[in-house]
């Protein structure tokens, strides 16, 4: 063959080898061109087309490298065989929506798992991906460390050292797309040979996590405090899951007693740990942070887990889990081949946003905000300080409204149901009975300011009634 | 306090607005300006410094933002309360390298998981990456679909019944950060009461999983055409994990009749699974391709498992797992509630890299490259033919040399070593007593076509003698 007729349009967006291109690929695809022909030299065909030798010697280069054709020295071209390719159809998926689940319509929602996506800083993270992806270095897209990057993981130790008082080591640190899939992890190091105390009510993610793998989990009282390690003390359970920062759902910060007899409890016997889950730490309005458990930790008992979900966005799949020194060893042996989940450019990103300062500047600035609707909520609820009482409102990004009298939590949620509003029921958060007295959570972190004073208002008057 | 005097530097490269934020940030931490301090009014403050009222109102705008100073109506801008801000030290992290594990060096390494980086389209990854942070949508930035975006799982069902005919709906595809995180979610999904057998010899990342995942796992004996499903009958095992369309590391093809003896071995008791890694599917050399076994299951036994992290790049962490119908509700049931561990983001970028035909092209390039030095390296092993015979090569980035004769495999790894060349001996995979004739593993997906023709001539020196 020493002439193809390829109908060429200068116009098109396509630029003109590309159109050279698809052509012949599709020729071959077909079997219009054949096994073993020969293709025109790339000067006949450029003489043919009446294009520049390069622009076809462009597109036989791109053919040659996918495989469509062959070449042989001092022969020319050759149309290659065509069966092992690829060739996907590729029209769009067509991006049906499904029938979008029938979800109930609120005026305003008090989820206790918002975050304020406004906030988040768009152009930085924009800025410091193009920055990472321009470096074209081949070790980006190398599969990474099993624990994650050794910078990331000194940036991480650096972090939890100032901001939580947690000592340890880039060695102790293990990186995972997200706090369950390092709980999972953990399970695997651990062994299924023990039994899961968390605190009732819980965060229920946690507690249906355990149930996952395989684990009796039980659920133990609290006081005022927090967990009551007397009544942990009358289980069997050998690993204590606990959130002091500021406990789930009920927003309890873990008094430093409270804490010390829970160390105590797990240094009486061997093999007993505390998971410190420190999820939302990064937000209190009230005086100094108590440092994490894992800082007052001597025996090695602390495995403390955190999260960038909930402090950058709950898009970013990044979370980090400290190991006590002993159970690091333990993690290596059993569990140090598993890949890591989070990829090296990632891992960068977040380095590069928490070393040049975007995060501490996007720390107190969503606690800023968050504390501006704290406030405002507050104000605004007070006509109820009457038939109820506020807590948890010291750390987080929800607080606890506990009705003293006659209505039920089911009557509260209803009545704001009616009036467009969504709050949550504390019953949720309860595993087994159900015994507390009515009691709603209210976030606040997805609600502007003029939301949550008009819905404070609401509130007001259908629940004083 | 009326005057704030700051030593502005209009050359540095730090905005006006910016020092002037800076200082007064720092004044507040330490103390200089006390809190509840009056500031200078902002008109006061730009004449004061000579620059425009806009400057310092784009200074105060962040201070306020970030929580440093407060405002009062009518009154002017205070000093906040500082105790609960993150004042992180920003130095850098020093990036001491650890001492580089002492890498016992080599000249060429014919790796059997190496992937050719080179060859990865980072100007198209930069673009679409790019592109999809550009539509700066509050919805990437969400916590997504905990099995994974129904665009990106209708985009994964396409493609796999084209490249493999897999049949499946977006329901049944679950994403995930890795192979390695998809079959400890499938642990939890089958339950802890299975025995799991594994092709002997061996992928040994599998067979730790399950391990690690607290099994009782049964190496299989295999013979030319893959798992033996005699010997499987004769063990407890009722979950069998197999690698059909190109075993690792043997590299056997498995034929179909093979494959309707398994199925057949899955449909004879309830509760019986066969899991199907399809790790490498994408580079064959020879012919049609088998299609994956799960088209061919009619009783909804084969779990189906592959990954972008080969075909794309390790780092990519993303892979994907199709579960039998009846296995999804199982999942949503147990494992429903567990959190994707791949960002929004990441999915929609591998979605374009699909929908938009770059991973067509991406997988003949690859191919091609990978089939050139594949033809190489058989090329340049000729002169061994007497000694040794060549297995495995029809398909995936590796073959195998089997030795006939006196010669021991570690004696043929020693030889190369001493020229400067590491290859893999097949023991290493074998789980149990070591009884195959010595066999070594040649990678060639890491090295050049000139490495692989100079590493070739030397190997047929040292192993011919």
New interface residues.
Partial sequence: MNELTIDLNPKDKMPLYEQIYQYIKESIISGRIAYREKLPSTRLLAKHLEVSRSTVELAYGQL?????IESEPYRGFFAAQV????????E??S?RE?EAVKKERYRFDFTPNGVD??S?P?NA??KL??DI??D?K?E?????NPQGE??FR??VC??LY??RGVNCSPEQVIV??????LL??LC?VL??EHVVAVENPSYK?AY??FV???YQVLPIEMDGYGMKVSALRDTEADVAYVTPSHQYPTGIVMPMKRRMELLKWADEKEGRYIIEDDYDSEF??????IPALQGCDRGGRVIYLGTF?KSI?????MSYMVLPVELTDVYLD??G??????????QLIV?RF????Y???H???T???Y?GRHDLLIKGLAPLSGVCRISGEHAGVHLLLTFNGEVTEDELIKKAKKAGIRVYGLSDYIIGEKKEEPTVLLGYANLSEKEIKDAAEILCSVWRS
Same sequence: chains 1, 2.
Avoid at 337 to 346: E, G, K, L, Q, Y
């Fill in positions: 040659l490298s996918e495989g469509y069966e092992g390719l690829y060739h996907l159809v590729n769009k998926v991006h499904k996506l406004k988040f768009y993270w924009r991906s193009k992806l321009m074209d081949v980006l897209f190398r599969l990474g050794t910078g000194e940036a650096k972090y100032q901001a995972g797309a997200g706090s369950d899939y999972m992890l695997a062994g299924r993610q249906r996590l996952s793998q395989s209190r309005y009230k005086g100094k942070p979900s966005a709950p898009a970013i799949r059993k569990c081949f598993i890949s890591s989940t989070v990829s090296v450019v990632d380095q928490v070393e040049d300062g995060y501490e500047r720390l107190n600035k606690r800023s905000l504390k």
